[in-house]
């Protein structure tokens, strides 16, 4: 099993910026990818961004040249710095971690960007 402790989510004002981290226990070895999607009230989740255990970034458009993912795989955790907030960004971010077979969700952080 696959284990997510999230943390970093809080109250910022637009155009302030906010560290996520996600630290990963368990089974984790192996190719994988960690990341992080969000959900807003009333919408679907969605993809924010993602890092694969090579270091292969794929990040959405909507956040694209304002939020950054990296890893840190001594300490088995992943890191999303958010600068330049939205109000549109207000979520529920939840950390990722898949390889094969395996699909772990984290339990979400609230990320309020008031105006």
């Known amino acids: 099993q696959v284990q997510l402790v999230e943390s970093g989510g809080g109250l910022v004002q637009a155009g302030g910026s906010l560290r996520l981290s996600c630290a990963a226990s368990?089974?984790?070895?192996?190719?994988?990818?960690m990341g992080w999607y969000r959900q807003a009230p009333g919408k679907q989740r969605e993809l924010v961004a993602t890092i694969t255990s090579a270091g292969v970034t794929n990040d959405a458009d909507s956040v694209k040249g304002r939020f950054t993912i990296s890893r840190d795989s001594a300490k088995k955790t992943v890191y999303l710095q958010m600068n330049s907030l939205k109000p549109a960004d207000t979520a529920v971010y939840y950390c990722l971690f898949a390889r094969a077979g395996v699909i772990a969700w984290g339990e979400g952080l609230l990320v309020t960007v008031s105006t």
């Open positions: 368990g089974f984790i070895d192996g190719i994988n990818t």
